[in-house]
C-alpha cells in the first residue's frame, strides 16, 4: 500500500468539480468570511437592525409616556387640591371624608 506524496491530494480528488477551480474556491471561502466571520457580516447587521428596531419602538413608548405626564402635570396644576384628596386623603380641619369605592371590572 503506497501512501501518496500529497495528503491533500485525495481530499482534493473528492470535491464536486466546481469546487476544485481554485478560483470559485477562492471566492467561496471569502463569501463565507465576509457573511458568517467579518465583523461586519449579516448576522452582526440582523442584530444591529434588530436592536434598532427595538430602540426606535421604545422611542415611541417614552414619547407617549412623556406626552400622558405632560398632560397629567396640566391637569394637576389646575386640580391640587382635588388630587390631594382622592390621592392622599387630605381633608380641611374640621371635615369628614368618606372614602367610597365602586365595583372594579
Do not use: C
Amino acid at each position: 500500500m503506497a501512501l501518496s506524496s500529497n495528503p491533500w491530494q485525495a481530499l482534493w480528488s473528492r470535491l464536486p468539480a466546481p469546487l476544485q477551480n481554485k478560483y470559485y474556491l477562492t471566492l467561496v471561502v471569502f463569501f463565507f468570511i465576509l457573511v458568517f466571520l467579518d465583523k461586519h457580516s449579516l448576522w452582526t447587521q440582523w442584530r444591529l437592525h434588530r436592536a434598532q428596531q427595538r430602540l426606535e419602538d421604545d422611542r415611541t413608548f417614552y414619547q407617549e409616556k412623556i406626552k400622558e405626564a405632560r398632560e397629567e402635570a396640566e391637569d394637576f396644576e389646575g386640580t391640587k387640591e382635588k388630587f390631594a384628596r382622592e390621592h392622599y386623603y387630605m381633608k380641611r380641619p374640621n371635615e369628614d371624608v368618606f372614602i367610597i369605592q365602586g365595583e372594579k371590572e
